[in-house]
């Protein structure tokens, strides 16, 4: 039932873009995206809900596409401070009681 | 507001030993969650409250235990410490189990059982 993210790590130049994924084997009712910095505790990104209804940072954009089970995360001009893991939490039914389940993460380095 | 608190940051346990990891919020919520992470892996949930004295397992609870007799406290108890235990383990909150709210996470504690 995880949800399986690619890549697995990425690096990029200070500037660049880069897409995160986010794929489910099952349907999606929600799709939170997190970013954990080395040591430290995950952080909310975005929520992206069934419907289209999205909650989250200002900087940074996604989608969910319900049909093909995925949600993508686009990271544009990429900052140092973007470097970090990013993980993919799915809730796959509107009653899951806020039970995240967590893909294995995207770790984005970002370099000067 | 603080937000989440875990006490303590660091510890080291001997196998068989038990401990409870200590987890508080002060925003009100209603949702408590307990997870672990492995070592370049993704989060586990081991236990969650949907409010006190009402607490369910997760993905893998075994070898640990949970109360929750008021709003803001959330200790997780691990019986007979197994090197398996190992892990980083972070407490979050959400005001709502609905799916539009997002969890706010502790800063985590660092076990290592030997």
């Known amino acids: 039932q995880q949800p399986v993210q690619s890549p697995q790590a990425v690096i990029l130049r200070e500037g660049e873009d880069a897409v995160i994924n986010c794929s489910s084997s099952k349907a999606l009712y929600s799709v939170h995206w997190y970013r954990q910095k080395h040591g430290e505790a995950p952080v909310f990104l975005m929520i992206?809900?069934?419907?289209?209804e999205q909650k989250g940072h200002d900087k940074i954009s996604a989608s969910f596409n319900e049909k093909k089970q995925q949600s993508s995360l686009y990271l544009t001009a990429s900052q140092l401070s973007y470097s970090g893991t990013y993980f993919c939490g799915v809730i796959m039914i509107y009653n899951q009681g806020g039970k995240l389940i967590f893909g294995q993460g995207t770790e984005l380095s970002v370099k000067p | 507001n603080a937000g989440v608190t875990q006490t303590p940051k660091f510890r080291i346990l001997k196998i068989g030993q038990s401990m409870t990891l200590q987890c508080a919020q002060d925003?009100?919520?209603?949702?408590m969650y307990w997870y672990r992470q492995d070592p370049g892996m993704g989060l586990k949930l081991i236990y969650y409250s949907v409010g006190a004295g009402i607490t369910d397992k997760g993905e893998v609870p075994n070898g640990y235990n949970v109360s929750r007799s008021t709003t803001e406290d959330f200790p997780l108890r691990l019986e007979l410490a197994a090197p398996s235990q190992t892990s980083v383990y972070f407490c979050?909150?959400?005001?709502?189990?609905?799916?539009?709210?997002?969890?706010?996470f502790g800063p985590g504690t660092r076990l290592t059982v030997t």
């Open positions: 925003m009100n919520h209603n949702y």
């Open positions: 992206l809900l069934k419907g289209g």
């Open positions: 979050a909150s959400s005001y709502s189990g609905d799916a539009s709210y997002e969890q706010y």
